[in-house]
């Protein structure tokens, strides 16, 4: 019996490198071409996002070596292509729950910033 998509490594890949849904439609469509590196501006037109974002996504991709077919990510890209092309809703909300997690986890490091009791300031200090 064949084992399915490595669901713990897409969900990796997302928590790490894969936090957009920009970036999402970049490695599927990069993938999709054979991993041809085609150009940006061709990329952008074919998911139908714009250049600037497309060329920032994918040079942050490229330099975390999601493009590398014996890169770190190869096996999770591969199991989210996999997934993608199987059941694109459980991939979008892995996505959604990643990004999620983060945001909750930034709105509760600055809470908590809010509350942190500093030592009150000395009549000599420059910052008085």
Same mark, same amino acid.
Request: glycine share 6%.
């Given at each position: 019996?064949?084992?399915?998509?490595?669901?713990? =490594? !897409?969900?990796?890949? %997302?928590?790490?490198?894969? &936090?957009?849904?920009?970036?999402?439609?970049? !490695?599927?469509?990069? !993938?999709?071409? =054979?991993?041809?590196?085609?150009?940006?501006?061709?990329?952008?037109?074919?998911?139908?996002?714009?250049?600037?974002?497309?060329? @920032?996504?994918?040079?942050?991709? =490229?330099?975390?070596?999601? %493009?590398?077919?014996? =890169?770190?990510?190869?096996?999770?890209?591969?199991?989210?292509?996999?997934?993608?092309?199987?059941?694109?809703? @459980?991939?979008?909300?892995?996505?959604?729950?990643?990004?999620?997690?983060?945001?909750?986890? @930034?709105?509760?490091?600055? %809470?908590?910033?809010?509350?942190?009791?500093?030592?009150?300031?000395?009549?000599? &200090?420059?910052?008085?």
């Amino acid at each position: 019996m064949s084992e399915g998509p490595d669901v713990e =490594g !897409v969900r990796e890949l %997302f928590r790490e490198v894969v &936090d957009s849904f920009e970036k999402l439609e970049i !490695v599927v469509h990069v !993938v999709r071409a =054979g991993s041809a590196l085609a150009d940006i501006a061709d990329i952008a037109k074919a998911i139908s996002l714009p250049l600037n974002d497309v060329e @920032q996504a994918f040079r942050q991709l =490229g330099a975390a070596g999601v %493009f590398d077919p014996s =890169g770190p990510w190869a096996s999770s890209v591969a199991a989210m292509v996999q997934m993608y092309d199987v059941d694109r809703i @459980q991939v979008l909300n892995l996505l959604t729950k990643s990004v999620l997690d983060r945001v909750r986890g @930034q709105a509760a490091r600055v %809470f908590a910033n809010a509350f942190v009791i500093r030592p009150s300031k000395k009549k000599g &200090d420059p910052d008085a």
